[in-house]
């Protein structure tokens, strides 16, 4: 359910910059949140404003695509809102985006990119991601009240989002969603512990062989 008392805030960085941890913390904030939207829409170039429009009536905040694209549209049609550029490394985005998509075709990344998988793509991808954030920098370069970059997989949590949107800090941790550099480094410690169980194993073991 949409809140009367919220402005909009539209979260416009790009998909795989921590954009659910954005989501999640908006939720824990009392927004009402959506996207992504329209991924899989055949049509997602000719309708994305319709879409829009019908969907910012719903809800308070938006996340993920399409809504990075159209964020000199929201800012015209919905003045006073908030956005919020999520970003990260573009060394480390790709890594994600190619990880997580491999080669799989959505008409949403076909309307973003051009074509519609990273894998093969890769510098066509960086090179619109890394221009969406620089237009975006200068498009509210005058406007610090309006836009806050938000380097999530870096370590912004509470402590820039709560002042921006004018909200009361939660007593709770700041939300961490689809982490895959968590999940890596938690399968490096499993490896790691699993060889020194079967070392310690082998030892006991050839102690005990000696023993006979």
């Given at each position: 359910?949409?809140?009367?008392?919220?402005k909009k805030v539209f979260g416009i960085g790009f998909h795989k910059t921590a954009t659910s941890s954005l989501a999640a913390a908006l939720s824990i904030l009392g927004y009402s949140v959506t996207g992504p939207n329209g991924v899989n829409n055949p049509n997602i170039a000719k309708e994305v404003f319709d879409i829009a429009s019908r969907?910012?009536?719903?809800?308070?905040?938006?996340?993920?695509?399409?809504?990075?694209?159209?964020?000199?549209?929201?800012?015209?049609?919905?003045?006073?809102?908030?956005?919020?550029?999520?970003?990260?490394?573009?060394?480390?985005?790709?890594?994600?985006?190619?990880?997580?998509?491999?080669?799989?075709?959505?008409?949403?990344?076909?309307?973003?990119?051009?074509?519609?998988?990273?894998?093969?793509?890769?510098?066509?991808?960086?090179?619109?991601?890394?221009?969406?954030?620089?237009?975006?920098?200068?498009?509210?370069?005058?406007?610090?009240?309006?836009?806050?970059?938000?380097?999530?997989?870096?370590?912004?949590?509470?402590?820039?989002?709560?002042?921006?949107?004018?909200?009361?800090?939660?007593?709770?941790?700041?939300?961490?969603?689809?982490?895959?550099?968590?999940?890596?480094?938690?399968?490096?410690?499993?490896?790691?512990?699993?060889?020194?169980?079967?070392?310690?194993?082998?030892?006991?073991?050839?102690?005990?062989?000696?023993?006979?």
């Amino acid at each position: 359910m949409i809140s009367e008392l919220k402005k909009k805030v539209f979260g416009i960085g790009f998909h795989k910059t921590a954009t659910s941890s954005l989501a999640a913390a908006l939720s824990i904030l009392g927004y009402s949140v959506t996207g992504p939207n329209g991924v899989n829409n055949p049509n997602i170039a000719k309708e994305v404003f319709d879409i829009a429009s019908r969907l910012v009536s719903k809800f308070d905040a938006f996340q993920d695509n399409p809504w990075p694209m159209l964020y000199k549209y929201l800012d015209q049609k919905y003045p006073n809102s908030k956005f919020i550029l999520t970003i990260r490394s573009p060394e480390d985005w790709i890594r994600s985006v190619v990880r997580h998509f491999g080669g799989e075709v959505t008409p949403m990344r076909e309307w973003i990119y051009g074509v519609g998988n990273p894998v093969g793509n890769e510098d066509i991808y960086l090179f619109t991601y890394e221009r969406h954030n620089k237009e975006v920098l200068k498009y509210f370069k005058n406007r610090p009240d309006d836009l806050l970059v938000l380097a999530i997989t870096e370590g912004d949590g509470w402590e820039k989002l709560c002042p921006f949107l004018g909200e009361e800090r939660p007593n709770t941790p700041f939300p961490c969603k689809n982490q895959a550099g968590v999940r890596e480094r938690w399968e490096k410690r499993k490896g790691k512990f699993l060889w020194q169980k079967y070392y310690l194993l082998r030892h006991h073991l050839l102690n005990f062989l000696s023993s006979k």
